[in-house]
C-alpha cells in the first residue's frame, strides 16, 4: 500500500515503537514528500543543561522521513542502507521534519530531509539510500 | 578533561538525558577508543513484530561512542559536523559499540564506529567528523 | 574575493591543474549557486566499452561545484573535510553539474551539488563540508 | 572471475580509461582487501603552487581500491551506489591506497579504503556501498 496520504502514513508511524515514543505525525504528504511534526521531550536532549536534542535523534528524523519520502510513491517496504547527516545549528523544542525523494530506481532509491526547529532555522539535514524489499508491503 | 579511563566516561555519559535514556555504560577506554553497552529496551525498536532497533538509534549509538573515542585524547568538547552510517545487518537485544578514532586534527577529528550485536555480528557501522569547541571542556 | 560573477569562477577555475584538465567552465552564478559545463573526454571513462564517466570523476565535479556555490557568497580559502556522493545513473558525454550552499556558518559551510546528463537525466549528486583558512582568499 | 591475486587486479585496471589515465597498479591482494599503488602526475593537482593532488582524485582513488577489495571475493560487477570521503592531510606525489571490504551481503557490500602518502601519513579515508550487478563478472 502507498502512504500518500498523512492518514496512512500516521497509522504507520503508529507500528513503529521508537517512532511512537519519538511522538512522529505527519502533517504533509506529496508525491515524493512528506512532513512530519516531532513534539519536544526531554529524554532526546543532549545534556542536563544545554536543552539541545542529541544528534542521533535528528538522525533517526532524517531517516524515518527520508525513508516515508520513499513510500508515498512506491508501494514496496524499505530498507536504510546508508545514511548522511549534517548539523548546521542546535535543535531546540519541538522540530519538524521534511523528507523528499531524490531519486528512485528499481531497487535503490536515494532521498533527502531537512529538520527545522520552530523559528525556520535549519538544525539538520542528510540524505540516505534505500533497498527496496522483495515483498510488497502488506 | 580526558576522558580517558571508564569510570570518567561513565560520568560524562550521565550528564546526557538521551544517552542515559539508551542506558549506556563504558565498558572499555583505551587511547582513541572506547566500548559501550547498549542495554536492550523495546522502545527503541523499529516495528510491533520484527525487533529490530531504529536505525536511528545504531546512529546514536556510532555518534556517542565515535565523539567519545576523541575525548581520550583530546581535551576539548567536541560538536559533530556529519556523519555517515552504513547499515549491514538486522540489530536485536542488548548491543555494544566500539568507537576509534581515525585522525584528530587541530581543529577537527574523524573517527570511526562499530554497533555489534550480542552473537558478535556486525549491524552497523559509521564515522563522523567533529569541531572541537574553543573552551576546554569542564 | 568573492567569485559571485562567471568570469571570477572561470579564472579561478584556471589555476587548478585537475579543473583544467577537466576543461571545466563556468556558465553560471547566483549568491549561493554555481553551474559548470563538464566537456566529455575519453580519459575519464570508466571502461573500454561502457562509455560511462568514472565516479571519481562525478565525485571530483560535486567536490568543485560545491565549493565553488560557498566562494560566491564567502571571500575565505576553503577546504572539503569530507563529502558525500550518490550515484544514480550511467553519466554519458558532456555533463553539467550544478552547486548549491546549504548552510554556511562561521568557520565551517556545508553544499550540495548535482550533477546532470545532457539529457536533463540526474547522474549523481552530493554533499561536501567544508571548512575556511584563516587568511582571506588572494 | 574474482580478481583475488594481483595480476588479476593489474589486468582488470587496464580495463578503465580513467584508472589508465592514473597510473595505477596494484601491489597487494589479500581475500578481501587490496592495495594499489598510484604515480605522481602533475594533472592530478588541486593549484598551480600548492602541489596538493586534488580531492577528486582522491575520492577516485578510494571508489577504485573500495570496489576492487570487494572483487577479490565476490565474483560479480558491482556498482557504486555513494561513497564518503574525509580528507586527513594533504596528499602529495606518488601515493598509496588501501581498500578492505567491511560487509558484504548477498547483494550489496561495503568496504572502506584509506589514502597514504609515501611518508605513511594518512591523506584522505572513506566508505562506499556497492551494488552487485546480476550476471557474473566475465
Keep these: 500500500m502507498l502512504l500518500n496520504d498523512v492518514a496512512a502514513l500516521n497509522r ?6 521508537f517512532q511512537q515514543w519519538l511522538g512522529l505525525t505527519a502533517v504533509d504528504a506529496q508525491p515524493g514528500e512528506v512532513e512530519l511534526h516531532v513534539p519536544w521531550r526531554q529524554e532526546t536532549e543532549s ?9 542521533g535523534i535528528l538522525a533517526a528524523l532524517i ?13 514496496r ?11 548546521h545549528a542546535a535543535a ?8 523528499k525523494v ?8 536515494t532521498s533527502e530531509a531537512w529538520v527545522y526547529n ?5 538544525a539538520a539535514s542528510g540524505r540516505a539510500a534505500f533497498f527496496f524489499l522483495a515483498s510488497p508491503d502488506p
Tied chains: 1, 2, 3, 4.
Design 12 to 17: 504507520r508511524l503508529q507500528h513503529n515503537h
Design 47 to 55: 545534556s542536563h543543561d544545554g536543552h539541545f536534542v542529541h544528534g
Design 63 to 75: 531517516d524515518t522521513a527520508a525513508a516515508l519520502a520513499i513510500r508515498t510513491i512506491i508501494d
Design 77 to 87: 517496504s524499505v530498507r536504510t542502507l546508508d545514511m548522511r547527516v549534517d548539523y
Design 92 to 99: 531546540r523544542g519541538a522540530l519538524s521534519v521534511r523528507g
Design 102 to 109: 531524490i531519486k528512485a530506481g528499481r531497487t535503490i532509491a
Design 118 to 122: 520552530a523559528d525556520g532555522v535549519l
